[in-house]
């Protein structure tokens, strides 16, 4: 019988036709939870670092009624630390952090030297279809639907925009003239 992780991979497998991925744990900081796992994509799709978490779903959250959240990033560089900054943020925040759409995540200081961004947003994946991330089954036989997954995008803000999403509502930024995968953009707010 296959396990969770072995379903979210396979899952995982199949939206990048076969690709392999680079896996690097994150050490868990919570007692009772395995470490999560950062596993990263390069230049998948075309150009783009593609890097997905797992070990995030194993906390449990008030919010989390349809599902538990994993993490997808889909940036334009080849720095790997946007993927350890996104298995960062899940390790330290699952069980407090919802991770739902519209959500900030304040980094605290630039997430990577090449980029002026220190925050993320919440939303829906940019390179994933609705169906490739939303209900993902990975419960056990016999208990289908009891263990879903739902993939959420990460995506890198400065901070003024990060104060506008949490003024004025995320809609209102995603209206904005941005390119969500350009970690070198100016703010449009």
Same mark, same amino acid.
């Given at each position: ?15 990048? !036709?076969?690709? %392999? ?10 007692? /009772?939870?395995? !470490?999560?796992? =950062? ?8 150009? $783009? $670092? ?5 070990? $995030? ?12 959240? =994993?993490?997808?990033?889909?940036? +334009? ?10 298995? *960062?943020?899940? %390790?330290?925040?699952? !069980?407090?952090?919802? *991770? ?5 995540? +304040? &980094? /605290? =200081? ?9 925050? &993320?947003?919440? &939303? ?9 991330? $939303? #209900?993902?089954?990975? #419960?056990?036989? !016999?208990? %289908? ?7 959420? /995008? ?6 003024? %925009?990060?104060? *506008?999403?949490?003024?004025? /509502?995320? =809609? ?18």
């Amino acid at each position: 019988m296959a396990s969770r992780a072995e379903k979210y991979l396979d899952h995982l497998d199949r939206l990048s !036709g076969g690709r %392999e991925p680079r896996f690097f744990p994150v050490e868990s900081t919570k007692q /009772g939870l395995r !470490g999560v796992t =950062e596993i990263v994509y390069d230049n998948l799709p075309d150009g $783009l $670092l593609t890097a997905l978490t797992y070990g $995030l779903s194993l906390a449990e959250h008030p919010d989390w009624q349809h599902g538990s959240p =994993e993490l997808c990033l889909s940036v +334009n560089s080849t720095d790997v630390i946007w993927a350890h900054a996104v298995g *960062f943020l899940a %390790e330290q925040l699952r !069980g407090t952090c919802p *991770f739902s759409y519209g959500s900030t995540i +304040n &980094f /605290g =200081e630039r997430i990577v030297p090449e980029s002026e961004m220190t925050a &993320f947003c919440v &939303f829906a994946p940019l390179v994933l279809d609705r169906d490739d991330y $939303l #209900g993902i089954d990975v #419960g056990i036989p !016999g208990h %289908e639907d009891h263990d879903v997954i739902n993939i959420q /995008g990460m995506y890198p803000i400065h901070e003024v %925009e990060r104060q *506008f999403i949490n003024e004025y /509502g995320l =809609e209102a930024f995603w209206k904005s003239d941005w390119e969500p995968t350009n970690v070198l953009r100016r703010p449009t707010i």
